[in-house]
């Protein structure tokens, strides 16, 4: 084998494969609503928070060429572990706008889901802690949400539920 071919086959692969390009382009609180039921009902005795996180996420293409729109939404409920009663609820629906090029139309659907919630959470982290501290509570501080496991998690709900209406 020559030089040449050598460098003809490396090249053509490398050029065969496009550049992916994502930009940020702007973030939002789209919906935000933070209810302190136990500054309504009152404090009595030391609450022990449980706290149950729910995640969900839409994405959509826009208007614009190659702009799509992702939007992750939490569904955020504190309960006292001794009586079961509820502390607080926090909706909150955060997205971006992200330009985006290069990724094949077969790869764009996980891309938007996977890549751009890991983008935004970072941000939708830090206003939950500060919502929840001005609220009343210790700020939450949201460990990180594998938003690859959703995905394959959300395919195989989908298929379970293909699979018993067949």
Same mark, same amino acid.
């Given at each position: 084998m020559s030089e040449n071919d050598t460098e003809n086959g490396a090249g053509q692969k490398a050029t065969e494969q496009p550049q992916i390009r994502m930009n940020v382009l702007a973030q !939002?609180?789209? &919906? =935000? +609503? !933070?209810? $302190? *039921? =136990?500054?309504?009902? #009152?404090? +009595?005795? $030391?609450?022990?928070p449980d706290v149950q996180v729910q995640v969900n996420l839409d994405a959509k293409k826009r208007t614009t060429e190659h702009q799509y729109e992702v939007v992750i939404k939490l569904k955020i409920t504190s309960k006292n572990k001794e009586d079961g009663a509820e502390m !607080? *609820? =926090?909706?909150? &629906?955060? #997205?971006?706008v992200f330009h985006i090029e290069g990724v094949p139309d077969d790869q764009m659907h996980p891309f938007l889901l996977i890549e751009c919630p890991r983008m935004l959470f970072p941000f939708l982290r830090r206003i939950v802690s500060d919502i929840t501290r001005d609220? #009343? !509570?210790p700020p939450l501080n949201l460990e990180n949400i594998d938003f690859m496991a959703l995905y394959r998690n959300e395919l195989a709900r989908r298929a379970a539920e293909q699979g018993a209406v067949n």
């Open positions: !939002f609180v789209r &919906d =935000l +609503s !933070f209810e $302190n *039921i =136990l500054a309504q009902k #009152g404090a +009595s005795g $030391n609450a022990q !607080f *609820i =926090l909706e909150i &629906d955060y #997205g971006g609220g #009343g !509570f």
